[in-house]
């Protein structure tokens, strides 16, 4: 089955640096979207970035000029980078991707565990 695995997140201090990684595993055809949602605490989900499989990048106004968003084919790994952490960053982020499988016709919507970023000031 196709699975996305999350690593990093933690207690970080604001301007400091963070990296997460999402490596999806399983029978993989392909890969369309990969992105980088969050929730904070009482607020809904929002789009932090996306990547599309031609390297299209889309980014949330709050995290433009600050947050970089990349992909590893080979490894089927998206990342989330930044080098100046903000206290609003504070929330649970979540892996998202768009991935055919082998035997399906088109892409399904599957989702990572989420991993907890909390960004102290």
């Known amino acids: 089955q196709v699975q996305l695995v999350e690593s990093g997140g933690g207690l970080l201090q604001a301007g400091g640096s963070l990296r997460l990684s999402c490596a999806a595993s399983g029978s993989i055809l392909s890969i369309n979207v990969m992105g980088w949602y969050r929730q904070a605490p009482g607020k809904l989900r929002e789009l932090v970035a996306t990547?599309?499989?031609?390297?299209?990048?889309i980014y949330a106004d709050s995290v433009k000029g600050r947050f970089t968003i990349s992909r590893d084919n080979a490894k089927k790994t998206v990342y989330l980078q930044t080098n100046s952490l903000k206290p609003e960053d504070t929330a649970v982020y979540y892996c998202?991707?768009?991935?055919?499988?082998?035997?399906?016709?088109?892409?399904?919507?599957?989702w990572g565990q989420g991993t907890q970023v909390t960004v102290s000031s």
């Open positions: 990547i599309s499989s031609d390297g299209t990048t």
């Open positions: 998202k991707a768009l991935i055919l499988a082998h035997g399906s016709s088109v892409t399904r919507l599957y």
